[in-house]
């Protein structure tokens, strides 16, 4: 890639992460907040969008929207996988747990942030293309594995954090015990058309306190049986 296709690349990053600021300005009342992090903001501006979208999709990375990968799931809208990733409020030291893997571009954006990345994915073929797309751009501190999210990842738990990119009805409880004390699980929750954005806080304590925000639409997460 030329020096001036890098360059266009990097001014269409910059374009969206102004996109994804006056989003959250707009959205300050339901927030609580009129910003979101420098630090995500920077690993927007980082994370190339374009290399965790299908080919014939490339030319519409850096647009607001969410967008068709196969196998009937999305990429999410940038200004979501901001939001989210900014309520996390990731550590650099951190280790994160991903349920609903993608192509892969929340866990690069994740990767810019926290220490290590574990990824889970229920679809094998988005997640051996995510894989292939991560180790391509360079994220080394993602380990992906093909299954249940609801179940977590126990071998690698407790999490400092973790989120969804599906929704599951409930917070899964499997999910919430290997969240560590202190630590911050953000997802989509609840029925089909009644989705919020829930930010689950567990304090040191292990009681645990939810809070919904926005109303959210994601694909539902998918449990094996």
Known sequence: MSDTDEENLLRCRQAMVAIVAAHANLCAEELGKSRLSDRVMLAMATAPRHRFVPAE?????????????GSGKTISQPFMVALMTDLLAIEEQDKVLEIGTG???????????????????ILEELAREAELRLRSAGYGNVQLRIGDGSRGWVEH???????????PRLVPQRLLEQLKPGGKMVLPAGVEDEQKLVVVEKGDDGQVQTRELIGVRFSPLIASH
Do not use: C, R, W
């Open 57 to 69: 999709l490339q030319e519409f990375a850096y647009e607001d929207l969410p967008l068709p990968i």
């Open 103 to 121: 192509l892969g571009y929340q866990s690069a954006v994740l990767a810019e942030l926290a220490k290590q990345v574990f990824s889970i994915e």
């Open 157 to 167: 738990a407790p999490f400092d954090k973790i989120v969804l990119t599906a929704a």
